[in-house]
């Protein structure tokens, strides 16, 4: 069932999943952790799920129902994400607020000022970073892009790097191991100016991953518990693979899905009753004609949206996928896949989506996409935010006023409201012919990478506190200089 303006509220929004549907899913979700169960692969993990009353038989744990509605009661509903820079919540992580950012480890990057496919490194980052933190419906940033020119044990803390220098936006991290999540943490709480400050307003939430099927590495779930330990938000994603990782049945996959995420949640909250956590997933489909994990598959996007019905019906935040494609290149392809999973994860109500500038199936990361999608998301919200209806916006007065063949463009009615009713693009082009023609004949792309230019070469981000500098490249030093003992 697919039904719009289903909430209260004005909007218009995208259900795919009836309650029923959802309890049933989330029902056999609990069902397979408690009759199949999980391997975490951790001794501390494995530990505390026995004491919270799992039946544990070696690795393998299985969770009773009780255990996960427990932790379903115990987490926040809410999650806040602030400014670095000033430490005022700028992200509520609450049901009807979507927000968009991109995603954080593509191998490779299409320099915009050659158009190559080059490798991921500091200074791809460093640039990516830059553009997210000018473009206005980018909310929050990841990496987009692996650091690959340093030592690759220590490759997480430059990444931060890179990213807290040129953004004061939330930043969503990822981090090797434990050791690199808690250097990332030690930053941080030098930048908030404490660990309490950090804690009541944190602006990194960790990304993390089990991996299908119902596998929690030990690195995952370390990470997880320490994220409970400090009181730090962290999101917990399987990225699944129908016909591949998981069944190939859509509901069977997100069953399956929706187990790995409930088993994380359940060793974070033991961990730390009341931690914040964040669901979701990248739930699509193995291409069997080519075995991509695809991103443009309709599959995808009719799953993020199910799922984003799930979490709307467990309240919790959740951690959506979008703006993304399997195309090789910024072409129509890229577009058609990149407009729909916008518009319909900002119809679905999912809180915290990335991916947004992936091209090549997650591979590469092109920043003419990224800002092209920041007009995407313009235009989704736009959409989402509906016609209000009331004695102003119809206008029945200035109707009268105007009366038979005569014109708006004067009424203060229309000075007071056309910017608000009406969304204008930045790239899309609107021109008469003739003077799209005079201002060169621009493609979309062109106009992409002319801002993408302009961001690079002209735009300055607000700086870190002072001292926060150097006291990140210490705590780099540090960890590099444990490489050689």
Same mark, same amino acid.
């Given at each position: 069932?697919?039904?719009?303006? #289903?909430?209260?509220?004005?909007?218009?929004?995208?259900?795919?999943?009836?309650? !029923?549907?959802?309890?049933?899913?989330?029902?056999?979700?609990?069902?397979?952790?408690?009759?199949?169960?999980?391997?975490?692969?951790?001794?501390?993990?494995?530990?505390?799920?026995?004491?919270?009353?799992? #039946?544990?038989?070696?690795?393998?744990?299985?969770?009773?129902?009780?255990?996960?509605?427990?932790?379903? $009661?115990?987490?926040?509903?809410?999650?806040?994400?602030?400014?670095?820079?000033?430490?005022?919540?700028?992200?509520?992580?609450?049901?009807? $607020?979507?927000?968009?950012?991109?995603?954080? !480890?593509?191998?490779?990057?299409?320099?915009?000022?050659?158009? =190559?496919?080059?490798?991921?490194?500091?200074?791809?980052?460093?640039? /990516?970073?830059?553009?997210?933190?000018?473009?206005?419906?980018? !909310?929050?940033?990841?990496?987009?892009?692996?650091?690959?020119?340093?030592?690759?044990?220590?490759?997480?803390?430059?990444?931060?790097? /890179?990213?807290?220098?040129?953004?004061?936006?939330?930043?969503?991290?990822?981090?090797?191991?434990?050791?690199?999540?808690?250097?990332?943490?030690?930053?941080?709480?030098?930048?908030?100016?404490?660990?309490?400050?950090?804690?009541? $307003?944190? %602006?990194?939430?960790?990304?993390?991953?089990?991996?299908?099927?119902?596998?929690?590495?030990?690195?995952?779930?370390?990470?997880?518990?320490?994220?409970?330990?400090?009181?730090?938000?962290?999101? #917990?994603?399987?990225?699944?693979?129908?016909?591949?990782?998981?069944?190939?049945?859509?509901?069977?996959?997100?069953?399956?899905?929706?187990?790995?995420?409930?088993?994380?949640?359940?060793?974070?909250?033991?961990?730390? =009753?009341?931690?914040?956590?964040?669901?979701?997933?990248?739930?699509?489909?193995?291409?069997?004609?080519?075995?991509?994990?695809?991103?443009?598959?309709?599959?995808?996007?009719?799953?993020?949206?199910?799922?984003?019905?799930?979490?709307?019906?467990?309240?919790?935040?959740?951690?959506?996928?979008?703006?993304?494609?399997?195309?090789?290149?910024?072409?129509?392809?890229?577009?058609?896949?990149? /407009?729909?999973?916008?518009?319909?994860?900002?119809?679905?109500?999912?809180?915290?989506?990335?991916?947004?500038?992936?091209?090549?199936?997650?591979?590469?990361?092109?920043?003419?996409?990224?800002?092209?999608?920041?007009?995407?998301?313009?235009?989704?919200?736009?959409?989402?935010?509906?016609? @209000?209806?009331?004695?102003?916006?119809?206008?029945?007065?200035?109707?009268?006023?105007?009366?038979?063949?005569?014109? %708006?463009?004067?009424?203060?009615?229309?000075?007071?409201?056309?910017?608000? @009713?009406?969304?204008?693009?930045? %790239?899309?082009?609107?021109?008469?012919?003739?003077?799209?023609?005079?201002?060169?004949?621009?493609?979309?792309?062109?106009?992409?990478?002319?801002?993408?230019?302009?961001?690079? =070469?002209?735009?300055?981000? @607000?700086?870190?506190?002072?001292? /926060?500098?150097?006291?990140?490249?210490?705590?780099?030093?540090?960890?590099?200089?444990?490489?050689?003992?």
């Amino acid at each position: 069932m697919i039904k719009g303006n #289903y909430k209260m509220q004005e909007g218009n929004y995208l259900q795919v999943l009836s309650d !029923d549907q959802c309890r049933r899913l989330v029902n056999a979700a609990m069902e397979v952790l408690e009759r199949t169960g999980v391997t975490y692969l951790d001794d501390e993990a494995v530990e505390k799920m026995k004491k919270a009353g799992c #039946y544990v038989d070696g690795k393998r744990v299985r969770i009773p129902f009780r255990l996960v509605e427990w932790a379903l $009661n115990s987490v926040p509903r809410k999650v806040s994400l602030s400014n670095s820079r000033t430490g005022k919540r700028v992200m509520e992580m609450e049901p009807g $607020n979507a927000y968009f950012g991109t995603g954080s !480890d593509t191998p490779n990057f299409i320099d915009p000022y050659t158009q =190559e496919r080059i490798r991921t490194s500091r200074k791809t980052v460093n640039m /990516a970073t830059k553009c997210i933190d000018a473009l206005p419906n980018m !909310d929050f940033v990841m990496s987009l892009g692996i650091v690959q020119d340093v030592h690759q044990l220590v490759y997480d803390r430059y990444q931060f790097e /890179a990213m807290i220098l040129n953004t004061s936006k939330p930043i969503v991290i990822t981090a090797i191991d434990e050791p690199g999540y808690s250097d990332i943490i030690k930053m941080c709480e030098y930048i908030a100016g404490s660990e309490e400050e950090l804690r009541r $307003n944190p %602006f990194l939430t960790l990304y993390a991953e089990p991996i299908s099927p119902l596998q929690h590495p030990g690195d995952s779930a370390r990470k997880l518990m320490l994220a409970a330990k400090k009181g730090l938000p962290v999101v #917990y994603t399987p990225c699944i693979m129908a016909g591949g990782t998981v069944p190939a049945t859509l509901a069977g996959a997100m069953a399956n899905g929706l187990a790995e995420s409930l088993s994380g949640l359940v060793l974070n909250q033991v961990t730390s =009753e009341g931690s914040p956590f964040i669901m979701g997933g990248v739930f699509t489909v193995m291409d069997m004609q080519t075995t991509i994990f695809s991103y443009g598959a309709p599959e995808f996007d009719l799953m993020m949206a199910a799922l984003a019905d799930v979490a709307n019906f467990l309240d919790l935040p959740m951690f959506g996928t979008c703006g993304c494609t399997d195309a090789k290149v910024v072409d129509e392809q890229a577009l058609i896949e990149g /407009a729909l999973s916008i518009l319909m994860t900002a119809q679905s109500g999912a809180n915290l989506n990335h991916d947004v500038g992936y091209i090549e199936h997650g591979n590469t990361a092109s920043l003419e996409y990224l800002t092209i999608c920041d007009d995407l998301v313009g235009m989704a919200r736009k959409i989402v935010s509906g016609i @209000e209806v009331n004695e102003d916006t119809l206008a029945l007065d200035v109707i009268d006023k105007v009366g038979p063949g005569g014109h %708006f463009l004067a009424e203060e009615h229309t000075m007071e409201h056309f910017r608000k @009713e009406t969304w204008y693009p930045r %790239f899309f082009v609107r021109q008469i012919y003739e003077n799209w023609e005079a201002d060169g004949s621009k493609t979309l792309f062109d106009k992409a990478n002319e801002k993408v230019i302009d961001i690079l =070469e002209n735009y300055e981000p @607000e700086p870190l506190p002072k001292g /926060a500098q150097q006291k990140i490249k210490e705590i780099i030093s540090e960890a590099e200089s444990k490489l050689n003992k």
